[in-house]
């Protein structure tokens, strides 16, 4: 079924809930007595989106047997995966449209908004290593370097030159960036396992020089009072400073604390929404494929011409770009940053999203940052076996699909059909 079909086949069954949620959940007597009647407009957005996502889901779970050119021999997961493959613009549509209006929602919490908040900066990390990993085939064991790079150049800037968040973003960016092509030109020689050690170093060479060099970085004690973002300059304070106007002010609010973590989740669903789509650009671009030449042959790829140099370097700062924004965005968002924030087992948490996903799969991101962040978080309550989930979860995982989660990937570029004529032979 093409995408217009399963669009048509889930409006129409949305229109027929929106008919039936009206009256049904839609209305209520008020609670004040009398027969006052009390619109509840939530319950129907809620009652037509279910049926909306239900009915586009059957629809695409429909035309998994309608697939054709999938080869039968695959276990029928990867079966599944292959034929909805073209479907996944609408599958990430969907997934970007219902984490946008998860703060909007009435059962939405604090919570609630802190974990999908966490879960975005995971997936943004995980998109930006994929780059790395996934696509350029470069074990890189110290990704949380450039992440503490782009964290403390934002607070350092933010700081000491008095500059806003949008002002510092696209510098810790670059900051990032600069120190993943320093990194790169040491190890444009080396392999595998030799390339994890020298990574790992590297990322365990920024941790401990953040510690040593306490005099810019205050050492162990970390740096607080770091700076927020404004909404267009208004901050979300509950008593601004004269001459200023708060959030809640401007709007005729009554102060709430959610405010500025649904803004925060804003940004970060923004800035994984930009990674996403500059990661798949960039991955039908000329250096994209010639990341993925280099993965799959380092020596074909000398021997066709292309220059491992170069798009070594170009992987390696790209990946550490999108890990400079996400450390910027951690920084401001708590308020508080210190070496300990960054150390091993968080580069190896972030290899684990991509392993587990499925290397250089998009969607496969996704789904293991929602399994290894937000389950293990969900069980908090259980602290004392709380990594004991995340293990068992990871070895399941590896138990159940070897390659990944999301193992099948769809082809950087195809070749054209057959031109008239040439198909068995030449024309008459």
């Keep these: 079924m093409s995408l217009r079909g399963v669009l048509r086949e889930a409006g129409a069954a949305a229109f027929v809930a929106l008919a039936l949620a009206l009256p049904?959940?839609?209305?209520?007597?008020?609670?004040?007595?009398?027969?006052?009647?009390?619109?509840?407009?939530?319950?129907?957005?809620?009652?037509?989106?279910?049926?909306?996502?239900?009915?586009a889901a059957l629809a695409l779970w429909r035309s998994v047997g309608e697939g054709a050119g999938v080869p039968a021999g695959l276990p029928w997961f990867d079966r599944a995966v292959a034929r909805l493959t073209p479907h996944?613009?609408?599958?990430?549509?969907?997934?970007?449209?219902?984490?946008?209006?998860?703060?909007?929602?009435?059962?939405?919490?604090?919570?609630?908004?802190?974990?999908?908040?966490?879960?975005?900066?995971?997936?943004?990390?995980?998109?930006?290593?994929?780059?790395?990993?996934?696509?350029?085939?470069?074990?890189?064991?110290g990704y949380v370097a450039f992440y503490a790079v782009?964290?403390?150049?934002?607070?350092?800037?933010?700081?000491?030159?008095?500059?806003?968040?949008?002002?510092?973003?696209?510098?810790?960016?670059?900051?990032?960036?600069?120190?993943?092509?320093?990194?790169?030109?040491?190890?444009?020689?080396?392999?595998?396992?030799?390339?994890?050690?020298?990574?790992?170093?590297?990322?365990?060479?920024?941790?401990?020089?953040?510690?040593?060099?306490?005099?810019?970085?205050?050492?162990?004690?970390?740096?607080?009072?770091?700076?927020?973002?404004?909404?267009?300059?208004?901050?979300?304070?509950?008593?601004?400073?004269?001459?200023?106007?708060?959030?809640?002010?401007?709007?005729?609010?009554?102060?709430?604390?959610?405010?500025?973590?649904?803004?925060?989740?804003?940004?970060?669903?923004?800035?994984?929404?930009?990674?996403?789509?500059?990661?798949?650009?960039?991955?039908?671009?000329?250096?994209?494929?010639?990341?993925?030449?280099?993965?799959?042959?380092?020596i074909a790829s000398r021997a066709l011409g292309l220059n491992p140099v170069l798009i070594k370097l170009s992987a390696f700062g790209l990946g550490a770009m999108f890990a400079g924004f996400a450390g910027s965005f951690f920084a401001t968002r708590q308020g508080f940053i210190n070496p300990s924030s960054f150390t091993f087992i968080e580069s190896a948490i972030i290899l684990a999203i991509v392993v587990l996903g499925g290397m250089g799969s998009q969607v496969g991101v996704i789904c293991a940052a929602i399994v290894l962040i937000l389950l293990p978080e969900l069980a908090r309550d259980l602290a004392e076996f709380r990594m004991l989930l995340f293990?068992?979860?990871?070895?399941?995982?590896?138990?159940?699909?070897p390659r990944g989660i999301l193992a099948h990937r769809a082809p950087s570029i195809r070749l054209g059909a057959a031109a008239p004529g040439r198909a068995g032979g030449s024309a008459p």
């Excluded at 005099?215 to 607080?224: N, P």
């Design 24 to 55: 049904l959940a839609g209305v209520r007597l008020s609670d004040g007595g009398g027969d006052a009647l009390e619109f509840r407009p939530w319950w129907v957005v809620i009652a037509v989106a279910s049926v909306f996502a239900g009915r």
């Design 88 to 141: 996944r613009t609408l599958l990430l549509g969907a997934f970007f449209l219902a984490v946008a209006v998860l703060p909007l929602t009435p059962f939405a919490d604090r919570r609630m908004v802190d974990l999908a908040t966490l879960v975005m900066i995971y997936v943004m990390l995980g998109w930006g290593l994929n780059i790395v990993v996934g696509l350029a085939g470069l074990l890189d064991l």
């Design 391 to 401: 293990g068992g979860a990871m070895v399941l995982i590896m138990v159940w699909r």
């Design 150 to 298: 782009g964290a403390y150049s934002y607070t350092l800037l933010a700081i000491h030159f008095d500059l806003g968040f949008w002002a510092c973003l696209p510098l810790a960016g670059a900051f990032a960036a600069l120190f993943g092509v320093l990194l790169g030109f040491p190890v444009l020689r080396l392999r595998g396992d030799y390339l994890a050690i020298v990574t790992l170093g590297f990322g365990e060479m920024v941790r401990i020089v953040l510690i040593n060099f306490s005099s810019l970085t205050r050492g162990s004690e970390g740096i607080t009072r770091i700076p927020a973002p404004s909404f267009f300059g208004l901050s979300f304070t509950a008593n601004p400073a004269p001459g200023e106007e708060a959030f809640h002010q401007f709007f005729g609010l009554p102060f709430a604390g959610i405010h500025k973590l649904i803004f925060l989740y804003y940004i970060i669903l923004v800035l994984a929404l930009l990674t996403h789509l500059f990661s798949e650009r960039i991955r039908r671009l000329p250096v994209g494929r010639a990341w993925e030449a280099l993965r799959e042959d380092e």
